[in-house]
């Protein structure tokens, strides 16, 4: 199983998991809350294999620095 695959089946089981936990009511906004809940970690996850270094981190992120440095800035992750 590939990384890639494993990662998605997580994302599948936290939301079947959050649809149970509704309990019948209606979830809203499902799109903003999976990505508030995965950038920031991504991101902190990332800097810390990059040892801070704000290059190599937007590298492996498929982003460029400068948007490295205002998501972290948005998400309030101290580093670089």
């Known amino acids: ?8 089946d997580a994302v599948k ?3 079947e998991r ?3 936990d509704m ?3 209606k979830p809203t906004s499902i799109y903003e809350m999976v990505l508030k ?6 991101i902190e996850t990332v800097l810390g294999h990059a040892k801070g270094n704000l290059t190599h981190a937007a590298a492996m ?12 800035q948005q998400l ?5």
Do not use: H
């Not at 809940?37 to 991504?42: L, R």
């Not at 992120?61 to 972290?72: F, S, V």
């Not at 309030?76 to 670089?80: A, E, P």
């Open 1 to 8: 199983m590939s990384k890639g695959t494993e990662l998605s």
């Open 23 to 25: 309990d019948g009511e």
């Open 18 to 20: 959050y649809f149970k």
């Open 37 to 42: 809940n995965i950038e920031k970690p991504m």
């Open 76 to 80: 309030r992750i101290k580093g670089g």
């Open 13 to 15: 089981r936290s939301l």
């Open 61 to 72: 992120l498929g982003i460029n620095r400068a948007t490295l440095r205002t998501k972290m």
